[in-house]
C-alpha cells in the first residue's frame, strides 16, 4: 500500500506543473481540494513536492473560482447590459482621468517670436529717432495696433501731406499769377459776321433774332430768324453770290413744349459754306412760311414736320400728310400728343 502512495505522490509534481487549457499551471491532483479552498496536506507527499505546489497556489487559486475568472475575462469584451451606464476605463481601473497634454505649435511660437522682435526693432527705432532729434517729441506719432510706432509709416503719411500742400500752394499761385485767358474766336467766325451784315443790310436790321456759332456741331454758322422775314432771307442765302446757299440739306422741326421750331441745313456746293437757319412758332398756332418756292427739297420736309409736329407751312404747294392716314387724329412727335390706343 506504501508503494502505491509513493508513485502516486512522485506523480502528482509532473502532474501540477502541467499546463491547462487557458494557458495556466494548475494541479490535476487536487482540483477538488482547491475548490474547497482547502490547503495541500504537507503529508500527501514528500518534502521535495512542496515547492511547486507552492508555486501553483496562485494559479490554483484562480481555478477554484470557476465563475469569477470567466466573468472578469469577459469584462473586457462582453457588450454593457441594457440601461446600464458605461464606465470610463479609468474609473475601471480604479485611477482618475488623466488630464490632456496640450502640444506645443513650433510654427505659432515662431510667430509669437517673430512679432515680439519686430515690435522691440521699432522701439529702439523710435528711441534713437528722439535721442537723435529731441526736438521731434513734440509731435509724437500715433501708435500703431500693437502699441508700437512705426516710423516708415509715419514718414510716408507726412511726405503725402507735403505733397498735398505744395500742389494746393502752386494751384493758387498759378490762378493768382495767370488769369484765365480769353477763348480764340472760331474759324468760322467771319463766316458768320459776313451772311449777318447782308441780312441786316439787304433785308431788314431787324430780322436777325439771334446769331451764333454752335461749336458742339463743327462750329456751325447759326441764325434765328424772325418768322416775317424768313422768306426774303431765304432768297437771300439761294440768289446772293457770297452766301450761293444753293441746297437745301435738310429740314428737321422740334418740340421745345414752350414753342416749335423749324431747322433749315443750308450749304454752298461750290463754297462748301454752311449754315444753320431757325424759325420759331407759336405753340398754339404753330405757322412758318414755306421754303418750298425756294428749295424744291423742302416739300416732301415740310410735309413730313406738319404731319408729326403739326406745324403749318404757309405757301406750301401740297401740305398734307406723309406718313400717317389723312383722318389720323393728333400728332405723334409732339410732346402733349395723346394716342387714342396706348398699345399703338
Do not use: C
Amino acid at each position: 500500500m506504501s508503494d502505491e502512495q509513493d508513485k502516486k505522490d512522485s506523480r502528482q509534481p509532473e502532474e501540477q506543473l502541467k499546463p491547462d487549457p487557458q494557458g495556466q499551471e494548475t494541479s490535476a491532483a487536487a482540483p477538488d481540494e482547491a475548490a474547497a479552498g482547502e490547503p495541500v496536506s504537507e503529508a500527501a507527499g514528500p518534502p521535495a513536492a512542496a515547492a511547486p505546489a507552492q508555486a501553483a497556489n496562485e494559479p490554483a487559486s484562480k481555478a477554484a473560482n470557476p465563475v469569477q475568472a470567466p466573468a472578469e475575462a469577459a469584462g473586457e469584451s462582453s457588450p454593457p447590459e441594457a440601461g446600464s451606464k458605461p464606465v470610463p476605463a479609468a474609473e475601471a481601473l480604479g485611477g482618475e482621468t488623466p488630464a490632456p497634454s496640450r502640444a506645443a505649435d513650433p510654427e505659432r511660437e515662431a510667430k509669437l517670436k517673430a512679432a515680439a522682435e519686430a515690435r522691440a526693432a521699432r522701439a529702439a527705432a523710435k528711441i534713437s529717432a528722439v535721442a537723435s532729434d529731441p526736438s521731434s517729441g513734440a509731435g509724437e506719432p500715433a501708435p500703431d495696433a500693437g502699441g508700437a510706432v512705426n516710423p516708415e509709416r509715419e514718414a510716408k503719411l507726412k511726405a503725402a501731406e507735403e505733397a498735398r500742400a505744395a500742389r494746393a500752394a502752386a494751384k493758387a499761385a498759378e490762378g493768382a499769377a495767370a488769369p484765365e485767358e480769353p477763348k480764340p474766336p472760331s474759324p468760322k467766325q467771319p463766316q458768320l459776321d459776313e451772311a449777318l451784315q447782308l441780312i441786316q443790310t439787304l433785308v431788314s436790321e431787324a430780322a436777325v433774332e439771334e446769331s451764333y456759332i454752335n461749336e458742339m456741331n463743327g462750329h456751325m454758322p447759326t441764325f434765328i430768324i424772325k418768322n416775317e422775314h424768313w422768306t426774303e432771307v431765304a432768297k437771300l442765302f439761294r440768289s446772293h453770290p457770297v452766301l450761293d446757299s444753293d441746297f437745301l440739306r435738310n429740314v428737321s422741326g422740334v418740340d421745345y413744349e414752350t414753342y416749335l421750331e423749324v431747322v433749315y441745313h443750308l450749304i454752298s456746293i461750290s463754297t462748301k459754306k454752311e449754315y444753320a437757319v431757325k424759325i420759331k412758332a407759336d405753340r398754339e398756332n404753330p405757322q412758318v412760311a414755306s421754303a418750298a418756292p425756294v428749295w424744291a427739297t423742302a416739300n416732301w420736309n415740310e410735309r413730313e414736320i406738319y404731319d408729326l409736329l403739326g406745324i403749318d407751312f404757309t405757301g406750301h404747294p401740297d401740305l398734307r400728310r406723309i406718313m400717317m392716314p389723312d383722318d389720323w387724329v393728333g400728332h405723334p412727335l409732339r410732346k402733349d400728343y395723346e394716342p387714342l390706343d396706348p398699345e399703338v
